[in-house]
């Protein structure tokens, strides 16, 4: 009697140990750790289709510094000084698929030209993420410029989540909106666009370098920090 009480214990110790470790694991983090910038947004809205709720988790790397990204083995298409990622997860929860995911209110000419060259996804190398149709760059009236991922299909569904959504610029980030399913919410890093005042500065200090160096072929950029 008393072997089968000890049993009894020890399967309950242990089914709780079990428990206790699944509720404190955190959710799955993929992205590769930023010293530049990084945090993490949840959404929760209602579709046609019911309650669809997740979380979004961004990162701003500086290329010109310590480069996680890159040191991380993943390559960002395009160019320029900062790489912005997003990976969108959808709770098992969810009745309804993620359509599409954009980044709205992109500072004006943050993005190169051509743009397009600038936006596209990166396999998270867990041969599970979800890979959206070819990334664009649009503009509307309402929110400006626009990057976009769709999703098409219903792919993103419950207990699903994306590639890493990427796009370059030389603009570092400032606190942006993000879009999807027709949701808009805060807390999402955008390329940001130096205000009037200190373009002209910037202007000035760079006709003063070009007068200084004008026998330099090296070409020098200026960059904003937040």
């Known amino acids: 009697m008393r072997v089968i009480r000890k049993f009894e214990l020890l399967s309950l110790l242990f089914v709780v140990t079990l428990f206790a470790q ?15 910038y990084q945090g993490r947004t949840y959404y929760s809205t209602y579709t046609d289709e019911g309650l669809i709720r997740g979380r979004i988790d961004f990162a701003v790397y500086d290329t010109s510094g310590e480069n996680e990204f890159v040191d991380a083995g993943f390559t960002a298409p395009g160019d320029g000084q900062y790489i912005y990622a997003y990976q969108i997860f959808c709770d098992d929860i969810s009745a309804d698929a993620v359509d599409y995911f954009s980044i709205v209110g992109i ?6 030209d051509p743009v397009n060259d600038n936006i596209g996804s990166v396999d ?14 649009t503009s509307s009236t309402t929110h400006g410029t626009m ?13 699903k989540y994306s590639y890493f959504l990427v796009l370059r610029s030389d603009y570092n980030w400032t606190s942006g909106k993000y879009t ?10 955008v390329p940001g666009t130096p205000e009037p005042g200190m373009l002209t500065l910037l202007g000035i200090g760079g006709a003063m370098m070009f007068t200084k160096r004008r026998k330099s072929a090296q070409r020098y950029g200026v960059y904003l920090h937040n």
């Open 107 to 112: 500072g004006e000419n943050t993005l190169g």
């Open 180 to 189: 999807f399913n027709e949701t808009l919410a805060n807390e999402s890093p």
């Open 22 to 36: 699944n509720a404190s694991a955190g959710p799955v983090e993929l992205l590769p750790e930023s010293s530049h």
């Open 124 to 137: 998270d190398l867990t041969g599970e993420g979800i890979q959206p149709d070819d990334p664009y760059i």
């Open 147 to 159: 990057g976009v991922w769709e999703f098409t299909n219903g792919l993103l569904i419950s207990g």
